[in-house]
RNA sequence: CGGGGAGUAGCGCAGCUUGGUUAGCGCGCCUGCUUUGGGAGCAGGAGGCCGCGGGUUCGAAUCCCGCCUCCCCGACCA
């Protein structure tokens, strides 16, 4: 292509509010532009890094045995209702109804569409197992989105289905796709991590979650270096030690003015954080429930609360903190909170550590006034007894008992195992070797496209643009053109390449040599060639990496085949 | 949804506190000349509903009210 006709120009500075490197780098060099919030334009630049991205999506999706369809962008409401996520889901999934008032949907995702279909096209046992997959847009209405292309509203997705007649075939494609998406990112030069997941509101038995490591990631993730533990902390289980026993003792007032945090009392009283239990109050959607179940967690006081460990415990859609109205109406005094004395006002979920501890501090819902030696099945009966600590930093792995480190992550693509759920839903099943009607069995894979591309700029780029991975460059090779002298030479050195196969991105603008380099820098395409009198008199044209090295000048009749050895050695092939 | 911040030329910003000529600056853009290996120099020029609507005033980018949009933090530890 020439640069002439490109669309887009560069900037020197970034636009305002693009925080993230990568994404003030895909602004400013031209691949990327914004139109509303999470909403953005592709470039051409932009849409030919997508495109060889999925390029490297449909070959491995092929290499597992996938099949490529294309799945509607809006659906009917009905679908979503029939499988409960209508009413599960949330202001998150758009919904917008038609001239006849019909209610319909933005795919957010495409489960129900497959097991609708897998309905009616899988009958016998001999139809499966599938693969189906497509590379399809997306709309999600996030509550925030954030730091460009890595959480965008609109997005392009390469979302993958499973079809399998029992759990043994759906693991076989599960571990399939598990290498398949190794393979993705290593192809696109992206360091990823697979750790294990919340299966949210996809549902289903098993996740996991491709991470690539970053500070501006989302997710935080629980890692065990000596054992090779990876959760997602949403689910991550630390190891616990319960305290010895003692004899408990009687429950004592005392009074605390002021003390209404656990820092606050623990200095007030002299004791340890790990003396006291922690109250956290939160209203739960429950299916089923009309009205916001009150929920109250309590954990010790050295410890957080996992929100959602809490719902998934409750079968909750929804998990938000109460407001004061809420603690107040329970016969809570927020503070000096306390599970003793609620008579069922809420549900009382306790951690493990708090039912194994004795004579613990707690509050006395009153104002300035905390108890001592509260304990659990004595002075209040939990409803649930189950883990809903927030593992952190330091604490001593589920596994092997090493500490175990936290780090940020974003989150580049997942694996789920569905189950039947959605088949039982949409009514999707075979008629097996055994003349029984039985489920389909499903798997969910996804991969963000945009998403993807945005990190792997976060992870190739230096001071001066984007420095693209040879798998998924916009183009192979930039061409600088240096004078007007060799503008035929350079031409003619663009059809060779072009003849050779080798996409080529020309610098026809005339623009001064300070401008072209800086250009090239910035858009990041792998290999460099200037084309100019000084370097024709040093024999040839001037050749360079974008990642590093020296520039060389390599004879005019080799330099085809210089770039097509730089294209093959490149540690991400083509 | 709550809390902050911001909307002025294509991009980045100043001006607003204390209302008052023709609304500025840098970059970019256009024309000409010079220049030509790391974002050139000089000269000339184009480009603004100062986010939108209402109000106050002789007069509003500036003060007041409402709305819209975008960014950041939080969605929790009581």
């Not at 933005?106 to 279909?117: I, K, N, R, S």
């Not at 002075?379 to 936290?406: E, H, L, N, Q, W």
Request: net charge negative; proline share 5%; charged share 25%.
């Amino acid at each position: 292509m020439r640069m002439s006709r490109l669309f887009g120009t560069t900037l020197r500075e970034a636009p305002g509010g693009a925080d993230a490197v990568s994404q003030q780098l895909l602004l400013r060099a031209g691949y990327l532009r914004q139109l509303g919030q999470g909403i953005f334009s592709y470039l051409p630049l932009g849409l030919r890094v997508i495109r060889r991205i999925e390029a490297v999506l449909r070959e491995e999706m092929d290499g597992a045995g996938g099949v490529e369809l294309s799945l509607p962008v809006v659906h009917p409401a009905e679908i979503w209702r029939q499988s409960g996520r209508w009413d599960s889901v949330g202001p998150e999934l758009a919904r917008l109804k038609d001239r006849r008032d019909r209610d319909l949907v933005l795919a957010m995702t495409h489960e129900e569409v497959v097991a609708t279909l897998a309905a009616t096209e899988t009958r016998s046992w001999r139809d499966l197992p599938r693969l189906v997959y497509q590379i399809q847009l997306k709309f999600r209405d996030d509550p925030r989105p954030r730091a460009g292309l890595v959480r965008a509203r609109e997005f392009t997705m390469k979302d993958a289905y499973s079809l399998d007649r029992d759990g043994a075939g759906l693991d076989v494609q599960y571990a399939r796709m598990h290498a398949a998406y190794t393979a993705i990112y290593d192809r696109c030069g992206l360091p990823s991590l697979a750790v294990g997941a919340d299966v949210g509101m996809m549902g289903g038995s098993g996740a996991h979650e491709f991470m690539y490591l970053t500070p501006i990631g989302e997710d935080t993730l629980v890692l065990c270096d000596h054992c090779g533990y990876a959760q997602n902390r949403q689910v991550a289980v630390v190891a616990t030690e319960t305290p010895p026993p003692e004899a408990m003792m009687d429950v004592e007032r005392v009074e605390t003015p002021g003390a209404s945090t656990i820092e606050l009392l623990t200095r007030a009283l002299g004791i340890p954080a790990e003396r006291t239990a922690k109250v956290v109050f939160l209203a739960a959607t429950v299916p089923g429930h009309r009205d916001a179940v009150p929920v109250v967690a309590v954990v010790r006081g050295d410890t957080d609360v996992n929100e959602t460990k809490v719902a998934n415990l409750l079968g909750a859609t929804d998990l938000r903190p109460m407001v004061d109205e809420e603690i107040t109406a329970i016969g809570c005094v927020a503070g000096y909170a306390s599970p003793v004395g609620l008579d069922g006002a809420a549900r009382v979920v306790v951690d493990p550590l708090v039912a194994g501890s004795q004579n613990l501090v707690a509050g006395a819902n009153e104002v300035d006034v905390h108890l001592r030696n509260v304990n659990v099945g004595r002075d209040f009966a939990p409803d649930v007894v189950a883990d809903i600590v927030a593992a952190k930093d330091g604490d001593p792995c589920s596994v092997c008992g090493s500490p175990v480190r936290t780090a940020r992550g974003v989150e580049v693509g997942n694996i789920f195992k569905l189950g039947t759920k959605y088949a039982v839903a949409m009514g999707a099943s075979y008629l097996g070797e055994d003349g029984q009607e039985h489920p389909v069995v499903m798997g969910s894979y996804g991969i963000g496209v945009g998403r993807l591309m945005a990190c792997v700029a976060e992870e190739h780029h230096d001071d001066r643009g984007l420095c693209w991975p040879a798998s998924i460059a916009p183009f192979a090779v930039h061409v600088c053109v240096i004078g007007d002298d060799v503008r035929d030479d350079a031409e003619a050195l663009y059809a060779e390449l072009a003849a050779a196969g080798i996409d080529a991105l020309l610098d026809d603008r005339g623009e001064r040599p300070g401008v072209q380099f800086a250009d090239a820098d910035l858009s990041g395409v792998p290999f460099r060639l200037v084309v100019s009198s000084r370097a024709r008199s040093a024999g040839g044209v001037e050749a360079r990496r974008r990642s590093g090295g020296d520039a060389l000048v390599v004879a005019r009749d080799a330099v085809v085949g210089w770039v097509r050895d730089e294209l093959v050695a490149a540690p991400t092939r083509r």
